[in-house]
Structure formats: C-alpha cells, structure tokens
C-alpha cells in the first residue's frame, strides 16, 4: 500500500521567504504526483503534476521535482505572498490511477 | 464549463438516516471518484469508476454504495448514516488513458451526523 507523509505539517514564513515543501512516498512505482493547493472550507485546485518520467515541472513561482528512486518530490514556491497561505497536498498515482494523498502542509505567509 | 459540480454543499444528518450525494461532470471525462477528508488526514478513497457501468471499492467502501448514473454522474449513497461517516467529502474525474490523466475536483459536501 502507497503511503504519502507530508513533511512539516506545518510553515510561518515571512513575506518574500521562498517556501519549501516536501512529500515522500513509499512505492516508487507510480503513474505520476501532483500537488495541490486548498483554500479553508474549499476544494482542491491543481497546482502541477509530475509525469513518473520527468524530474521537474515549473509553472509561474512554482517548481516541482521529482526524484522516483528516492521517493521524494518537492515543491518550490518563490517569493512567497500573504495569497499563498493554504494547505498543500501531495497525492501519488499508482499504476491502476487511483490516488495516494499525504495530510498536507498548512502554510502561513506573514505580512 | 463548470468542471465538477457537488449537491448539496452542507448536511447534517442523524444517525441512520439515508442520503446521496450526487456529483457531475461536465468534461467528458471517463473516470470519476469519491474521497473523504478528515481532520489532519489526506484524502482517502471511497469509491472509483474507471468507465461508464463499471465501480470498485476504494480503501474506506464499508458504509457507503456508489452508482454511476451515466457518463456525467456518480453518486455516492450513505444507507444508515453514523457519526464516524461526519466528513468532507469530494467527487473528482479524470480522463484515463491520456497523458496527464490528472484528476480535477469539485468544492466538496460537508456531512455532520448526528
């Protein structure tokens, strides 16, 4: 069974920090990993998904890499904003396309 | 489009009583899904259909059942609602078979029981 950990579950950062956030999953025999940011009391929205075969994918402030072998995936946010406080979700797709999620990791941008 | 769409947004319920959750999705999208979210947990399957006319179980089914309806809807049925079912629940759709299939949710049912 694909387990996903979330690590740390939670961030403060001050405006302008660049954020670093990480997701480490057990079976590295996946389909692809995507990230997704949440909003309190909302949905999710895809932020980026990684195919198995790729190392990174970059969108605006976003990067994500990943690293199949080791079971790590990273996501960068460059020049964090009060705008990027949220959770954010890590979820691992298997072979069969069903998703693994990691509990996330609540940001905090500080003004 | 509207992406996916989830009715009702909010439900309090008491315990053993029924309800259904209904999703639609409006991108021709062959696969749909239903999750739960709780506190300080991810996201955990209930329920998938690959393709139209096709279900399986998730890592969390017991409780629940799950009709695919047409290609557009899947609903998710609670028959004797208990405090333990008290969750956030998503529907989501993705298209298998092309390069992304990456999946795409709706806003979330918030389900208190009582």
């Known amino acids: 069974k694909q387990e996903v950990t979330q690590i740390p579950a939670a961030l403060s950062v001050p405006e302008g920090e660049n954020l670093v956030l990480n997701c480490s999953f057990t079976d590295s025999a996946i389909y692809n990993l995507q990230w997704f940011r949440q909003d309190p009391g909302k949905g999710l929205t895809s932020l980026l998904l990684i195919q198995s075969s790729q190392r990174e994918q970059t969108s605006g402030r976003l990067n994500a890499s990943l690293d199949k072998s080791s079971g790590r995936s990273t996501l960068y946010i460059a020049a964090s904003q009060p705008g990027d406080s949220a959770t954010y979700l890590c979820a691992v797709s298997s072979n069969d396309y069903k998703l693994s999620f990691g509990a996330g990791t609540t940001v905090t941008v500080r003004a | ?114």
């Open chain 2, 1 to 114: 489009n509207a992406g996916v769409t989830q009715t009702p947004k909010f439900q309090v319920l008491k315990t053993g009583q029924s309800m259904t959750l209904q999703c639609a999705q409006d991108m021709n999208h062959n696969s749909m899904y239903w999750y739960r979210q709780d506190p300080g947990m991810g996201l955990r399957l209930i329920y998938y259909s690959a393709s139209e006319g096709t279900t399986d179980k998730g890592e969390v089914p017991n409780g629940y059942n799950v009709s695919r309806l047409n290609k557009r809807e899947f609903s998710l049925r609670l028959e004797s609602a208990a405090p333990s079912q008290t969750s956030v629940y998503f529907c989501a759709s993705s298209d298998i078979g092309t390069v992304n299939n990456e999946q795409f949710f709706g806003p979330g049912t918030r389900l208190t029981v009582l």
